[in-house]
Each structure stands twice: as structure tokens, then as C-alpha cells.
């Protein structure tokens, strides 16, 4: 049965696929496309209800379950290299539960609201096609039982995120920003892919679980390749999930439709390397200098995206550089080995990020395409259910006490904080991080919602999104809300319920990492209200600031430019590193694709063979009485000649 | 029923001779010609056993004698055989025919029955090069199969088919000479011309004779494969050749020189292939990124394809250098996915070019928007050239490289590489061609793909999908011959560790 969860969604697939080329057919004969359209909606809508509905009742065996609550599918034996066998399985245990839930049930809301979004669009059946793919590939890769199966899907979701991100594709840009994605996954795929051979060697296996019991076992004997191991995995992680020096693609993403942005760029499909290393946390448990590098990663990356989110003035640019920057904030929290508090981050950014991505393709929808929030503002009274929903996530997203968000940062910065003095750095720029995001956050807010509307001068009549859109928002709008009680801090009732869920997962990491002495020490509960307290302060300044400080507009960015020219345009152009990658790096591989082909390969070495060819053809012109041209002479006399070059060769 | 097989085609060669000269005459005794030796090679596949080691389904007739001077005979048999090196790129061999056949009928529009003869004798002479298993038959069938494209090239070619036919024809003369010489020394040093019993016999002779004759013709095929740096005739015969012949040429011929690699550089000489494997994995790895960097230069897009099978053969000369059983079935599979893959890749482009007359990248653009049919096969193929999981290109990469790393995790460092460079040229390729906005006017005018084009796609597209899905079909197949080559190779390596351990500790004594 556990098959059948990716299966509906790739069955889905396919058939949008037939219809896609049946709306095609139909609009070449002149017919409406509509019928056909609005069928692969339903298809596609259908096929992730079906999975989502499997899931639940998957998940509640689970919860049923007492001790190990783990279900596994039948084996597919896929590939017998010989020294090594990959079998893939469906694994379905209280991590992957959640991601699957995550998936199809953000995923479910993402396919109604597409619904409405993409309406009237050429593509529409191709969308839905591209989508319920991406959502098959995407479960396979949380729910496969092994290494490479979850390499299926990760590439798998690569490649739906290059269909996706360039669906427009009659704008360049459109199609070059799906490249860049896809050749920026490569990289980290390459990592990910030594990382994998690695570990064939260590364990003649790529069975996760059985990888994981392994690693006590060679910890002693191995730290080395242990910790090339994982580096070469996390490399792959900074490729999926946008990490410094690879986050680059991912503003370069939001090209894409909306709704797409949501899902893949926001949701789910970037937190695929967060995933990853929850699930091998034995194996990065037993690194902890690995972990220290994925925690300056994770906390520079933080910081990269928050800043470089500040003075943008595309709405899905903010949005993706707050996505950057919140799986730094992730990565962050696995460093400190706090496992479930990075997933719980995970989902409540599923849901609140997802909202917002969602609430503006819902002012973009309501603007007739408009993304510059320059042009906005005053939105408010226009849009009333959208402003609602995008409240509540902005204020989960900027930590607002009580809002999801503030729990599940809250818990990442606090258990790198109790992670001892070597991650105090990193828990600084990380509250830094936090306060630039509550000022960003609230300056979107602003600028949309609030002031003068400054959409009358280009004409814009803006209106409020279909119930198909709304809908999803308002049930997206009170997870982000609420979400927080699944991991509420511990000086709270009832809390730590995610981490006691997930505890068969990451308990063999835990101890791996409290008999290397590392892992968060127990706080102090004042500390742990210190902290907390610390967090709303700084969410509701910053928010504060943010949002007062655009009431009339983008002026204050002017006054910013104006008093600090240069560290604005560093930051708006998100610290300069993708412009030196496409002058540099771009640059000179294309240098030396040229200097190869037509220097190496033209002039060297297909220039000596020539220049050995005019000789052998001067040669000729000498012997030509001897030979009559024809091909068989030639043939005869080689042939005649290796004769005789072999004989002599033999004697003496 | 190798030997019908092997010569089914020149049964058709006499009708073809013998019908008259039109187009849908020739071209249909091709077609049925084709689709029987087909079948007889699915019912080959249905027969053969995978977990076997040794030849399978042999013949042999006595053929004639070769006196030496030492008084000595060297008998040379018609023989026949199939084993799990070769039992997959027969096969091949037989299926990608028909779709050859049916291809040309966008683009042989002269000399009909001249061409489909030398189609039919080019395919006789490929499947008796991988069913060969006498020394000298091998070399017959060698030559055989080149002479066909030499004439499809120099008389179906483009514009510069001249320079490429003579390009073409002068690096396989050199290699066919070192190759010959080596023949004929490993027989007069042998006095045998049956490959099993030379391999059997080949590792008692002198070792520096063994490096010679291994040297020679690893020589001869790396030539063929083409290897770096032997590679500049297949961009331009690629370039050059009509669609049909490209399809062969990448799908089949190119293979004849991978497979005589592993048969006659690594089954006969698997001493000499493990003191030389740092060159090949080097020259392999090698050729993956030097293929890949040549195919992000080109303008041109079929010789873009033409470049990235450097890149792609790198894969398969890597795999079985690396000496492993993980890279040596990888190698094996990879030879059969780069056939359909880099065949369907051809087919494509011959498609657009009958329409366009031209494969320049910057005379496309948009495409997708006109040709969505043709827009999807291509972004198939690239995905499954590009080694995307769930398709062919992946399974056998991923052997190959693991196979490697266990080698030598520096060369398979190299390679991984070439997964990044492959997906830029590839997906650079396909932005030209399909995206972007319909800039120009010719291209608004364009029709989709027809019955037949996807007829001839749709089922080398589900070959992809099925070995991406079910390798182990395929890979079981080769699994007895190549696990007994393996097994030899682990003992000659563990010999070797043992000689220089006992060498050590005298000494240290």
C-alpha cells in the first residue's frame, strides 16, 4: 500500500500529460480547450487527495503502533552492480509521516489554489502534469528505504523544478533561470554522488537504516572517510536546499508560476537536504566537524538571505531570499544536533511560507501580473481574505510571539545557544538574522497592504482572488498560526510532542553525539525564558521598525541609498556572489570550451593529422603511376604492406 | 541460428539486387529484411542464458589452414558464439535496424538500392564482429563492416563528405594495420585462432610480447571508440553522414570498438589491462570532460551530439578499466544505453534538419512552441543522455563511477564531473533549439513530428524507460561472463598483492 502514495500522483501525471496534448489537439482544431483543461485539474487535484488520504490512514497505524513504528513496503530489486545491490523500498516511519503529510497535505492546497491561479493558461494541463509529478518523485524521495532511491527523487524533483521554474518558457529568462537551477542542483548532485560511492565502500550498502546502526562500528576505526562522507552528502544538500555558495538558482526560481514557487521553492522540495541529513543524523552525529561547517553555512547563508532581502522590491524576491535564509536557519539547527527542531521548523515554514508565497500570487493574480511592491500598496481594503492570511504569515514568519514561527526559530536559536561556546558565534548572527527578518518581513507588509494605493497611476483595478485561491490560504493561515503547538519549548504544557515522535529516528544520533561529548546541554528554564523573551522582544522591535518605516512608501529605502550607497547595492544584488559566479565561473568555462575545441582540438590535434594527411596525399602525387585511384588498389597495397610490416616485425 | 542470423541481411542484399531501383521497393525489402533479423535476435535473447559464463549457441566449420614456418598449422574456423559480452550489443545490432530503415525515408532520396544494400552488408558485418569467436573471422567482419559507411558517408554525406569520408577512412586503415599486425603475431605466438582457446593460452606468453600485442590493439580500438586523443574523425563523419548513418555509426560501429577493448584488450590480456588501467581510467576520465567542454563550443547541433559521444564513451572505457564488477557491468550496460540514447539523439536531429535544413543552435529558438510533440521526445532524450535517474543513462553511470571509486576515487572524482558539464551542453542545447521566443519566421511554419517519426521513437524511448527501470534485465544477462572475468581479475590482483608482500618481507629479511 505504501507504493500506491507516490503512485496516484505519478498516475496523475501521465494522464494530465494525455490531456495536455489533448487540450493541444483540440485548440489546433478550433474547439474550446476548456473541458479538457478543467478535466486535468480534477485529475490532478484527485490524485494528491488520494495519496494524502493514504498517508493519514498510513499515519494513524502508526500513531497505533507501539515501540519501533516503522511500516515497509515490498522490495523492487533495481540495480545488482555485483559487489553491491540496491533494492528499493517505501519506508514509512514517524520522519518520513511528517514529510509525507507535509507534501500532499501543503500539496493538496497548492493543487486547489492552482487551480483558480493558472486558469486560462495555455500550459494548464501541463502544469498539473508537471506538478503531480513533482509531487510523486518529491514522496519518493522522503519515503524511499534507500541512498539511491533517494537519489531518484532528488533528482526527480530537480528536473520537475527545471520544467516548473521555465513553464513560461517563451521568455529566455524564464528557461535560462530553469537551466541555471538544474546545473547549480548538478554540482551538489555530483557531491552527493562521490558522497554515495563513499559510502558503498564504507558499507557495501546504501540501505539507510542499516547505514546508520553501521556507524558506531566504524566510528573508531574510520572518523575520516565518516566525515568525508558526510560533507560530500551536505555538499548535495547545498545544491537542493539553496546553502552558501549554491543558493544562488533559487531567486532565479521564482520565474516560475507562484504556486509553484510555494510548493517546490518553499515547501518542500528545498528542505529535501534538511531531510537528508535528519535521516543519516548517525552519520553526521559521528562529524562533529562536519557539523560545525554545516553551522557556519547555515548561519552564513542565514545571513546572506536575510540581508539580501531587505531593499528588494519584487515581492517573490523578499519571499525567496526569506526562504534562503530561513534553511540556513535549518541547517543551523541540525548542526546543533537539534534534529526535530529543524523538521519542526520545516513544517511550520511549510505552512507559513507557503501561505505567503501563495498570498502573493494572490496580489500578483488580483494585480494583473504586477510584482514590483512599488506599485502597490494599500491593498488591504482590496484584497481583505489575502491581507488576512498574509498577516498571519508574516507574523509567523517574523517571530511574533505565539505564531509558529516564533516557536520553531525560538527552539533552533536556543538549542545552538546550549550547544557551548563554539556555536555562540553562530547563535549571534542568527538572533541578527532574526531582526533583519522581522524588519523585512513587516516592510513587505507594509508596502503591499498599507499607505497610498500607487497602483492608480498604471490603471490597475486590483480584486480580491477566487474562493478556489482564498481558500487555501485561510486553512494555510491558521496552521501558521497554530502550527506551534506541535513543538511547544518545554517550560510550556505539552510540549516537545514532534521530538518524542521523532525519537526512534534520531535517538541513535543523539547518542552518538552526547558519547562524543557534543549536542545541546539542558538549559536552565530562566535561561530558556530569557531566551524567549529575548526572541519576541527583538521580533516585535524589528517588526515595528519594519512596518513604520515604509508607511509612505519605498522613501525610506532613498534615505538608506542615500546615507550608505554602496552596502545597498551590496546588498540588493544578494553580496554580489551570483554576478562574480556568471562573470567568473561562467566566464571561463566558456573560455576554455573554446580554447579546447578550437585551439586543442582544431589546431593541434586535427592539425597535425592534417598536416600528416597533406603529406601523405604529396606523397601520392609522386606514386600516382603506381596506383590507378581506385579504392581497392589501396586496400590491396595496405593490406599488402601490413603483410609485409608484420613478417618482418615477427623475424626480426 | 547465429549463423542465419549473421547473414539474414545478405539474403536481402540478392532481393535488393535483384528488385528494381524505387525507393518504396528497396526501402520495404530492407524493412522486412530488418524486422526478421530482429526478431531473431529477440528469440537470441529469449534463448541465451544470462548466469552462463562460456560461449553460447556456437558453430563452427572448418575454414582453412595458416602454415607457419616453423612447420606449425594454424586452423581457421567459421565460428560462432555468443556470450555475455557480446550478447547485448547483438541484439542491439538487430533491434535499432528497422528504425534505421524506417528513418531513411526522410532522407535517402538517391540511389535507393545501393544504399540499402550497403545497410544490409553493414549490419552482416556488425553482428559477425560481436558473434565471431575466430580470431581471423573477427578481423574479416571487422573490415566488412567499414567499408559500407565509408561509401553511405561519401555518397549520402554533406556538403564536406569528401574530408570526412578520407578522414574516416584513413584513422580506421591505421587502426586495422596495428591491429592486423597483431593478429598475426598472437597467431604465429599462439598457434591458435579460437578465442577461448587464446585466452586461455594469451597469458603464457612473454610479458613484454603480451604488452605489444595488448598495446597494438588497444591501439586499433581505441581509434574506434574513439578515445581521446583519436576522436577529431567522428565529429566530422558525424557531422557529415546522413541521419541513417549517424544512428549506425553511434548506435553499432562505435561499439565495435569498446567491445574489442574488453574482449581483446581485458579477457585476453587481463594482466597487462590492470598493469596499464591508470592510462585508460586517465584517458577515460579524460575524455568525459574534454567531451563534454568540445560539445559546449559547438554551434553546430549535430555535432554537438557527435562531441558529447567522446564524452559518453569516456564513461564506458572508464567503467571497464576500472576492472571492477560494478564498472564492468556498468561499461557493458552503458555501451547499449549510449546506442539508444545517442541514437534517438541523431534521429531528432535528422528530424528538424529535413524541416529546417539546418542544425545551427542560432537558427532555432522556440521550437517547443511550433513542435510540442518534438519538443517533448527531445527533452526525453537529453534527460535520458544526461544520466537522469528512472532512465537508461543513469544506471549505467552510476555503476560505472561506483565501480570506479572503488578503483580509484581520484579518476572517479574526475568523472563525476561530467554529470555537471553533460547536463549544461545538454540543457544549453535544449534552450537553443525549444525555448525562448519564435524569432525567426521559418521556424513558425514548422509541423510537428508525423506518425512514422514518432512511430520510429516511441519504442526506443520505452527501451530507455525499461532499462531504467528494470536494469537487471539487461545487466543479468552479462552477469555469468563478466562476474567469471571479474573473479579472474580479484585473483590476479590478490596474486599480485601476495608476490609483492613475499618480495617485502625478503626483504626486509
Redesign the interface.
Known amino acids: 500500500m505504501l507504493w500506491l502514495i507516490p503512485l496516484f500522483p505519478l498516475v496523475g501525471a501521465i494522464l494530465c500529460g494525455i490531456l495536455h496534448?489533448r487540450s493541444?489537439a483540440a485548440e489546433r482544431e478550433g474547439a474550446s480547450p476548456e473541458r479538457v483543461r478543467a478535466l486535468a485539474g480534477w485529475v490532478a487535484v484527485s490524485a494528491i487527495a488520494a495519496s494524502f488520504a493514504i498517508v493519514v490512514t498510513n499515519w494513524w497505524t502508526l500513531v497505533g503502533q507501539a515501540g519501533e513504528r516503522v511500516l515497509e513496503s515490498s522490495a523492487w530489486?533495481?540495480?545488482?552492480?555485483?559487489?553491491?545491490h540496491v533494492d528499493l523500498s517505501m519506508v514509512f516511519d514517524p520522519l518520513s509521516s511528517v514529510m509525507c503529510l507535509v507534501i500532499t497535505g501543503v500539496g493538496l492546497l497548492i493543487h486547489i489554489y492552482s487551480t483558480g491561479y493558472m486558469h486560462g493558461d495555455a500550459g494548464y494541463a501541463k502544469f498539473f502534469a508537471y506538478l503531480n509529478l513533482f509531487v510523486s518523485v518529491m514522496l519518493v524521495l522522503v519515503l524511499s528505504s534507500s541512498l539511491?532511491g533517494l537519489?531518484?527523487g532528488w533528482?526527480?524533483v530537480g528536473?520537475c523544478s527545471?520544467l516548473l521554474i521555465?513553464f513560461w518558457?517563451?521568455?529566455?529568462e524564464?528557461?535560462?533561470a530553469g537551466?541555471k537551477a538544474?546545473?547549480m542542483n548538478?554540482?551538489g548532485?555530483?557531491s552527493f554522488?562521490?558522497g554515495?560511492?563513499?559510502l558503498?565502500?564504507l558499507f557495501s550498502t546504501l540501505d539507510l537504516s542499516e547505514i546508520g546502526e553501521a556507524v558506531p562500528e566504524l566510528m573508531a576505526s574510520h572518523p575520516g572517510s565518516l566525515a568525508l562522507a558526510a560533507l560530500l552528502l551536505f555538499g548535495g544538500a547545498c545544491g537542493k536546499s539553496a546553502q552558501f555558495p549554491l543558493f544562488t538558482w533559487l531567486p532565479d526560481a521564482m520565474a516560475g508560476p507562484t504556486p509553484v514557487s510555494a510548493l517546490i521553492h518553499a515547501a518542500t522540495m528545498v528542505t529535501s537536504g534538511i531531510y537528508l541529513t535528519i535521516r543519516l543524523n548517525p552519520l553526521f552525529a559521528a562529524a562533529p566537524s562536519v557539523l560545525l561547517v554545516i553551522g557556519f553555512v547555515g548561519a552564513l547563508t542565514a545571513l546572506i538571505g536575510a540581508s539580501s532581502a531587505l531593499f528588494q522590491r519584487d515581492i517573490k524576491k523578499v519571499l525567496a531570499y526569506s526562504t534562503v535564509s530561513q534553511l540556513g536557519y535549518m541547517f543551523l539547527g541540525l548542526a546543533a544536533g537539534a534534529w526535530s527542531s529543524a523538521l519542526f521548523h520545516l513544517v511550520t515554514h511549510a505552512f507559513f511560507k507557503g501561505l505567503l508565497f501563495l498570498g502573493a500570487g494572490s496580489v500578483i493574480h488580483g494585480m494583473a501580473d504586477e510584482q514590483d511592491m512599488v506599485k502597490m500598496g494599500g491593498l488591504k481594503k482590496h484584497m481583505p481574505r489575502t491581507f488576512v492570511s498574509f498577516l498571519a504569515g508574516a507574523a509567523a514568519l517574523s517571530g511574533i510571539p505565539l505564531m509558529s514561527g516564533f516557536f520553531s526559530k525560538d527552539e533552533i536559536l536556543t538549542k545552538a545557544f546550549a550547544n557551548g561556546a563554539l556555536y555562540w558565534p553562530l547563535w549571534i548572527v542568527g538572533v541578527f538574522a532574526a531582526a533583519l527578518t522581522a524588519f523585512y518581513t513587516w516592510r513587505m507588509v507594509s508596502l503591499t497592504f498599507f499607505g497610498e494605493e500607487r497602483f492608480r497611476e498604471d490603471g490597475v483595478h486590483p480584486h480580491e482572488s477566487p474562493a478556489s485561491m482564498t481558500v487555501p490560504l485561510l486553512i494555510l493561515a491558521a496552521a501558521s498560526v497554530f502550527g506551534g503547538v506541535l513543538n511547544l519549548p518545554e517550560v510550556l504544557p505539552f510540549s516537545d510532542l514532534l521530538g518524542h515522535w521523532l525519537e526512534p529516528v534520531t535517538e541513535l544520533g543523539d547518542t552518538i553525539l552526547a558519547t562524543g561529548g557534543g549536542g545541546a546541554e539542558h538549559l536552565a528554564h530562566a535561561t530558556e525564558w530569557i531566551l524567549l523573551g529575548l526572541g519576541s522582544l527583538i521580533a516585535l522591535v524589528f517588526a515595528h521598525r519594519g512596518f513604520h518605516a515604509y508607511r509612505r512608501g519605498i522613501v525610506a529605502d532613498e534615505a538608506a541609498r542615500a546615507k550608505q550607497p554602496e552596502l545597498v547595492a551590496f546588498l540588493e544584488a544578494a553580496w554580489r556572489i551570483d554576478s562574480t559566479y556568471m562573470d567568473k565561473v561562467v566566464g571561463s568555462?566558456?573560455l576554455?570550451?573554446?580554447f579546447?575545441?578550437?585551439v586543442i582540438?582544431q589546431l593541434a590535434?586535427?592539425g597535425t593529422?592534417n598536416a600528416a594527411?597533406a603529406g601523405?596525399r604529396s606523397l601520392g602525387a609522386r606514386l600516382r603511376r603506381l596506383v590507378d585511384g581506385s579504392?581497392e588498389n589501396y586496400?590491396l597495397h595496405?593490406?599488402a604492406?601490413?603483410?609485409l610490416?608484420?613478417?618482418t616485425?615477427?623475424w626480426f | 541460428m547465429l549463423l542465419w542470423l549473421t547473414f539474414l541481411p545478405l539474403v536481402g542484399v540478392l532481393a535488393i539486387l535483384l528488385a528494381p531501383d524505387r525507393a518504396g521497393t528497396q526501402r520495404g525489402i530492407a524493412l522486412l529484411t530488418s524486422l526478421v533479423v530482429a526478431v531473431l535476435g529477440l528469440v537470441l535473447w529469449g534463448c541465451f542464458e544470462g548466469g552462463d559464463a562460456a560461449m553460447q549457441l556456437t558453430t563452427s566449420i572448418d575454414w582453412f589452414e595458416i602454415a607457419l614456418p616453423a612447420g606449425h598449422v594454424v586452423p581457421v574456423h567459421f565460428a560462432f558464439g555468443v556470450d555475455g559480452i557480446s550478447i547485448l550489443l547483438v541484439v542491439l545490432t538487430a533491434v535499432l535496424m528497422p528504425f534505421v530503415v524506417l528513418s531513411t525515408a526522410g532522407h535517402i532520396d538517391k540511389r535507393f538500392k545501393e544504399f540499402f544494400l550497403w545497410l544490409l552488408v553493414m549490419e552482416t558485418g556488425m553482428l559477425g564482429v560481436f558473434l565471431s569467436t575466430d580470431l581471423v573471422q573477427f578481423y574479416f567482419f571487422w573490415e566488412l563492416s567499414l567499408v559500407p559507411l565509408y561509401f553511405i558517408l561519401g555518397i549520402w554525406g554533406g556538403s564536406r563528405r569528401l574530408y570526412a569520408t578520407i578522414k574516416f577512412f584513413l584513422y580506421t586503415v591505421a587502426g586495422s594495420l596495428v591491429m592486423l599486425i597483431a593478429i598475426i603475431s598472437l597467431l604465429y605466438q599462439t598457434g591458435t585462432s579460437d578465442i577461448s582457446e587464446l585466452i586461455s593460452r594469451a597469458g603464457g606468453l612473454d610479458p613484454s610480447q603480451q604488452a605489444w600485442i595488448f598495446g597494438s590493439f588497444a591501439l586499433a580500438f581505441a581509434i574506434k571508440v574513439p578515445m581521446l586523443p583519436f576522436h577529431t574523425w567522428l565529429a566530422d563523419a558525424h557531422t557529415e553522414a546522413p541521419t541513417s548513418g549517424s544512428v549506425i555509426l553511434a548506435g553499432v560501429l562505435l561499439k565495435m570498438g569498446t567491445y574489442g577493448l574488453l574482449r581483446f584488450g581485458i579477457q585476453l590480456f587481463p594482466e597487462m589491462a590492470l598493469s596499464y588501467s591508470g592510462l585508460f581510467l586517465c584517458l577515460g576520465a579524460a575524455g568525459i570532460v574534454y567531451g563534454a567542454f568540445l560539445a559546449m563550443a559547438q554551434s553546430d547541433l549535430k555535432r554537438l551530439v557527435a562531441c558529447s559521444s567522446v564524452s559518453h564513451l569516456g564513461f564506458v572505457v572508464l567503467g571497464m578499466f576500472a576492472l571492477t564488477e560494478a564498472g564492468l557491468r556498468g561499461s557493458v550496460l552503458q555501451m547499449v544505453n549510449h546506442g539508444i540514447s545517442t541514437g534517438l539523439l541523431f534521429l531528432l536531429v535528422g528530424m528538424i534538419y529535413e524541416r529546417r535544413h539546418t542544425r545551427m543552435l542560432d537558427r532555432f529558438g522556440g521550437v517547443a512552441r511550433v513542435m510540442p510533440v518534438f519538443a517533448f521526445f527531445f527533452v526525453f532524450t537529453v534527460l535520458s543522455s544526461a544520466g537522469l535517474p528512472g532512465l537508461n543513462g543513469f544506471v549505467g553511470e552510476y555503476m560505472i563511477l561506483s565501480g570506479t571509486f572503488l578503483a580509484s576515487p581520484l579518476w572517479a572524482a574526475v568523472a563525476v564531473t561530467g554529470v555537471i558539464f553533460g547536463a549544461v551542453y545538454l540543457l544549453v542545447a535544449t534552450r537553443r533549439v525549444l525555448f525562448g521566443p519564435l524569432v525567426h519566421e521559418e521556424n513558425k511554419a514548422l509541423t510537428d513530428l508525423g506518425m512514422r517519426e514518432i512511430g520510429i521513437l516511441v519504442p526506443l524511448c520505452v527501451l530507455a524507460l525499461w532499462i531504467g527501470i528494470s536494469p537487471n534485465t539487461f545487466v543479468g544477462k552479462t552477469a555469468g561472463t563478466l562476474d567469471q572475468l571479474s573473479e579472474r581479475i580479484h585473483q590476479i590482483r590478490a596474486d599480485d598483492a601476495r608476490t609483492a608482500e613475499v618480495s617485502l618481507l625478503e626483504e626486509t629479511r
Open positions: 496534448f493541444l530489486a533495481w540495480i545488482d552492480a555485483g559487489s553491491f539511491i537519489f531518484v533528482e526527480g528536473l527545471y521555465g518558457y517563451d521568455k529566455t524564464n528557461a535560462a537551466q538544474f546545473v548538478r554540482i548532485d555530483a554522488l562521490l554515495s560511492f563513499l558503498i565502500s568555462v566558456k576554455l570550451a573554446f579546447i575545441a578550437s582540438d590535434i586535427d593529422i594527411g601523405a579504392v586496400a595496405m593490406a604492406g601490413a603483410v610490416l608484420a613478417l616485425w615477427i
